[in-house]
């Protein structure tokens, strides 16, 4: 996590991409290396939205 965003990676094809961190993410403050995350890719944009 850098700033106001992180670097993060699908478990089922490995790719590694940026994505940035919404302010009213609920779990932000528990971000981290190795945390589980669920995001959603709507029209080639990626979002995060929340800390499993």
């Known amino acids: 996590m ?7 990676m ?3 094809t490995f790719e590694v991409f ?3 961190i ?3 993410l609920e779990g932000r403050d528990r971000l981290a290396a190795g ?3 669920e995001y959603w890719r709507i029209m ?3 979002k995060l939205v929340r800390v499993k």
Request: glycine residues 10%; aromatic residues 0%; charged residues 35%.
């Open 22 to 24: 919404p302010e009213d």
């Open 35 to 37: 945390v589980e995350v």
């Open 10 to 12: 699908d478990t089922e």
């Open 18 to 20: 940026e994505v940035s």
């Open 44 to 46: 080639g944009r990626s």
């Open 2 to 8: 850098v700033g106001d965003s992180a670097q993060i």
